[in-house]
């Protein structure tokens, strides 16, 4: 499922890096550096919103309160770099869901976000399993017995191509147009690189290169 997140970050690095790294995982990220941008759209609320509680205008306390007027269920999670315990406690008070003191790894970032969107909106997961993975199209994730592969969207959609069309040769061409679209200007050899990727990852996947042509996944 897409989601839609809206991201309220002053730091315009961190900004641009957790915005690559939620759209990674397919869902459709808006990214404000302001408190004042961010207001502008809580009419056209989001399926969850990530504040920063130290912006340069208002503070994401104020921001969180102006959501809720409109939102009252919209999930929230808060980021900062001031004192944790305070900020969890009052930003549980405001009815934020869960709370990430900086400095923090984006993939945590991500992890938190997709246990919240489950939590909140469930997921209509589907697993197939193909030895030894397990792949749950709900959650977009792969396990290897417990554990998660960090895939990226573009690996996960992949493979899905592939799992869904297994047996059949696939052509360059073909994934290229079902992975990127048939608006993608560029060259095809950016398939090879994801398959590349994606055996790195999931080194016991039975997929084999059809060389001059494409690839094409053995039926387990």
Known sequence: MSFRI?????DNNLNLVLTSYLEK???KVSAFLTGEEAKKAINDPPDLWILDIMLPDINGYQLIQEIKLVSPNVPVIFISARDQDIDRVVGLELGSDDYLPKPFLPRELVIRT???LERVYGTDSQIQEIPPYSIDSGSRTVKLKDDILDLTSKEFDLLVYFVENQGLALSREQILNSIWGEDYFGTDRVVDDLVR???KKMPKLNLET???YGYRM???
Do not use: P
Not at 6 to 10: K, S
């Open 218 to 220: 053995i039926k387990s």
């Open 197 to 199: 990727r994606l055996r």
């Open 114 to 116: 997709r246990n919240l």
């Open 6 to 10: 809206y991201l309220v970050e002053d």
């Open 210 to 212: 059809i060389y001059g």
């Open 25 to 27: 995982e397919g869902w």
